[in-house]
């Protein structure tokens, strides 16, 4: 036995006895920081203290709705969704991070939508307007990528980055941002993100019900990333604006054709897009006009074409094509708050569809928001989708949507 | 603050330039201050020795200030941060603070300042629960609207100044002591006019004329706020009407951002005569300053509250 290994060994375990509070402790079981207690002399004996538990949050997104889908009855009536019950727990760890989960219901169970740990301690490095995010979080692409489906300002995400993105994309990983000043009415803010995996869970024009992959382990250049510059200024003393430019990179998946038994390998994806938005109130700050906007572009492997000449899957006859092709599709919005508590809008989006048929699809989306309070809400919205290769459809729904407790997201500006 | 004419330019200058903005040196303290009344304060205290700039404008409702990029460049900025505190600007300070990410202003900081610290509160909550609306835990927020309250808040900004630039100490505390004298002798002058008001009564809009009221020794019988930042509901309405009328009430103070629809009303069915004031400094010519703002409201409530 070497002494001085024996005797270093020592010391570094006394310091950790020491350090690791009242918890009782065995050889080989995990150390667990110390929490004083609420009374400053005797809480030191309470290995339960809750005085810096983190502040939790829920909240609930119900929908209930109407479809009519021309053509089709069996697509077409009334349904009632707790469409969403978003758990969530955010707290400091120490004066230069803060860390946050979001959970949420999913059919059978629950999921972790986000977990993250923002770290804002570079300044030490020179970098004081840095942070670094890692760990699970809604991708940083343009202004609406960030937020979770009931903080929206209309029902759904716009239909472009429905197709292009997902309706919700989470990447594991980590994530750079950094701004800084640009003059006294203006600042810059970018972002780099590296992930092992961008591809969304769903998406709203599936293709040939294909599975799509990434591989388990990558080189590094085969991991997925996104980046973005944005810069707001303001616009005299009442406005201010902001343009965007965002980009979503998938070098390499494949695709998978599990019925058939085929499968398109060394596909990439590439996404980018520049938004602008502006923002006005009145004296007041009660009167508010936003007026935004997005264009995207999908890029390389976009889309797949599954061929079946006797309609049998599964005979051998099948063959699958990949749609290299650059689509395009943007989305536009109004909205008009004339008090805190009400407010009215309008979206249009419209998206070129990677799909055999070159699809045009387009959805406007009217609707009217009631806040009863700063913490819950009621929409109205009226939904129609233009689909010039299949069904046009027509949605009139109601979403209630409440928030319980602090409601803190990672969402960057 | 300054503004830009062309702010799409200033932006994509801004964003292809980035790289060489900086920070430019500036011989004068930083000092932002969320309302413009405690602007004011930093100025009458600071002189030429500080550049202030307030986030929230004159009429605005402080529950609906908008963050905007010169409000975060300038609190990068900041040598001094002010803030009333209790909450009050909880909707736009937090997120502010943290992605400013200046140390010199973080709370617990020498440049971090709450006015409203040592104050004595109104309407601490018994229990907290947003079944009672939208309200502070640390009590009522608006203490910028107690005219006993100016000496308390320019000393806690006195005390800020000083940290961190106690080389400026003399020339501060010298400005304070004029400051103290005037806002001393507005003092007297308000509690001058307004008496006569004692065991009066007036509705508010909204719960933030607390201080005034017990500065004044007046009687809020209620809000037409159903609950602090909770629209009122036909029915509270018709119950306050009826309050109004029971008791003789004859008044409706106002902010200028909650003169509205539901106030009228009122004040149309019990003929209450609204008046309409200031709730923060900036918002005319004649509530420039803090002692203006406070000059003007004594002034009509006196008009209101002691017909000739």
Redesign the interface.
Known sequence: MNPARSLTAFFLLSAAVAAQGPAFQTPGTPVYPAVPGPQADSGQADRFASVFNPAFSFIVDVVGDYVDVDGSSAESGFDADLRVLEAAAQAWVDPKAWAYFVGVSEDEGFGIEEAAIHY?GL?AIGL??S?LRAGRFFIDFGKQMQQHVHELRTLERPLVLRAYLGSEVAGDGLQWDH??????????RWSLGLFSGLLPEETEFPTADLELELAERKDFGELNFTGR?T???????S???Q?GASLRAIPEYDALDEVNGLAAEGLESTVYGVDATY?W?D????R?VTLGGEALVSSGDTGFALTDPDTTPGTGDETLAVLDDSVFGYYGFADYAW???HSAGAQFSAAEIPDAAGSDVSELELYYTRW????HRLRLVLASIADDTSADSLRLAVQYTAF?GAHGHGVN? | MVSTGRPAMTLLLALLLSGLAGTAPAERLRVVATIPDLADFVREIGGERVEVTSIARGTENLHAVVARPSHLVAMSRADLFVQVGRSLEVSFVPGLLENARNERIRPGAPGFVSVADGWEPLDVPVELSRKAGDIHPQGNPHVNLDPRAGTHMATRVLEGLVRVDPGSEAAYRARFEAYAARLKAAEERWKAQAEGWRGKTLVSYHQEFGYLARARELEILGTIESRPGIPATPNHLTELIALMKQRGCTVIVTAPWSNNRDLKLVAEKTGATVVEVPNQCGGSEASASWIGMMDLIHARLGKALSPP
């Not at chain 1, 009863?372 to 913490?375: K, V």
């Open positions: 804002n300044e004081e307007h942070s701004w800084l000043p640009a003059g006294d009415t203006a600042a810059v510059v810069g707001f200024a303001d616009v005299g003393t406005g201010t604006l343009l923002g109130s004296d007041t700050g009660e508010r008090s805190r508590f009863f309070s700063e913490f319980v500006w």
